[in-house]
């Protein structure tokens, strides 16, 4: 097969071009046919509501290559899903979930020579996006939508991997509230928190961790990814992750609270006190940009938390998770719950 030529091993979380995106329209009430296009631009009108109103919407998922050399999706129904989800709360038309997956594989079938290799570290980041295009003058949904994916390879969203990542709470800045659209991918809620994250990269940490609009009192996530604690208990331990009106509901996290059931842990979803943070062993953020990223420490108030000793190396169950669904996603493990969907 022939691969792009790439140093695959070294890649970091940005946009690589790559040859084809595919591309569906909403209009009179029925979806287009799939467009292939070689172009990485789109035109819309000056009134689009996703420009106006926000009507925008995207999604995240990966393909790999596996250790026998198949190409595979991670839960992409699960994303449909969700996308899907944040459709219903902005008002907009939302592709079936058939639809969906075949487009997001298709788009990595036009595009197979920029999968990465197994164990180079990296994959194939499939990115769908929903955009309100109708012209509107005045606050009310679009009558048309475009549904676009493009692929990019990528490394770890953060650039060093596995080591342990500093994060700052976030006390000034809130990404989103309860009753509001925090739980799903709408674009600007990444508008609302860059510059939380713009200030805290600027101090030396790598995110944010934020809490809740209304108490300010409890975890919500991280800037780019859900968070979790891991307390030891013996030859176990109990995996806790919050549990909020405001977050995104994460398919990296649902796996993970799956593999640590089957290990024999404990898990936990529940609202996390900010002040319980250093009764953590271990902490970490994850999603399918970062798959996991272990905390080394987390400054609050003039305190800094540290995890796992000293806080510069992963904790064991925290490698642990992160092996286990790696292998998984490479095929190298046996696929138990039906996660891989091949192309």
């Known amino acids: 097969m022939e691969r792009a030529d790439l140093d695959w091993k070294n890649l970091g979380f940005g946009l690589i071009p790559t040859d084809y995106s595919v591309r569906y329209r909403w209009r009179e009430g029925q979806w287009s046919e799939p467009e292939v296009s070689q172009s990485m631009e789109v035109t819309l009108s000056v009134a689009a509501t996703v420009l106006h109103y926000g009507q925008a919407l995207f999604e995240g998922m990966k393909a790999f290559e596996t250790a026998d050399g198949r190409c595979v999706l991670f839960r992409p129904e699960m994303n449909a899903k969700r ?62 939508y475009m549904f676009i994916l493009f692929v990019t390879p990528c490394g770890p969203y953060f650039k060093h991997g596995l080591r342990p990542i500093r994060l700052r709470v976030e006390e000034e800045v809130h990404r989103a509230a ?35 609009a209304r108490e300010g009192h409890y975890v919500d996530e991280s800037g780019p990814a859900n968070f979790f604690g891991i307390r030891h208990e013996g030859d176990s331990a109990t995996y806790v992750t919050p549990r909020s009106q405001s977050i995104l509901p994460s398919v990296t996290n649902d796996s993970l609270t799956t593999l640590a059931r089957d290990m024999g842990m404990v898990v936990e979803r529940r609202p996390i006190a ?51 669904l790696t292998s998984i996603q490479q095929g190298k493990s046996p696929d138990t719950h039906g996660w891989l969907d091949e192309i």
């Not at 290799?117 to 194939?124: M, N």
């Not at 953020?285 to 400054?299: F, H, L, N, R, S």
């Open 83 to 144: 996308m899907a989800h944040g459709a219903r709360k902005l008002l907009m038309q939302s592709p079936p979930e058939d639809m969906f997956v075949d487009a997001a594989k298709e788009v990595v079938r036009l595009n197979r020579r920029f999968i990465p290799p197994v164990d180079s570290g990296a994959s194939l980041y499939v990115r769908p996006l929903l955009i309100g295009t109708g012209a509107r003058v005045g606050v009310r949904p679009s009558d048309e």
């Open 178 to 212: 309860p009753l509001g659209v925090g739980d799903i991918k709408a674009a600007g809620n990444y508008a609302a928190g860059m510059r939380a994250t713009q200030m805290a990269r600027e101090q030396g940490y790598n995110d944010v961790l934020y809490l809740d």
């Open 274 to 324: 900010v002040d319980e943070l250093p009764s953590f062993d271990e902490a970490g953020c994850c999603g399918t940009a970062t798959v996991i990223a272990p905390v080394g420490t987390i400054q609050w108030r003039g305190q800094t938390i540290q995890y796992n000793g000293d806080g510069t190396e992963p904790g064991p169950w925290t490698l642990r998770l992160y092996n286990q």
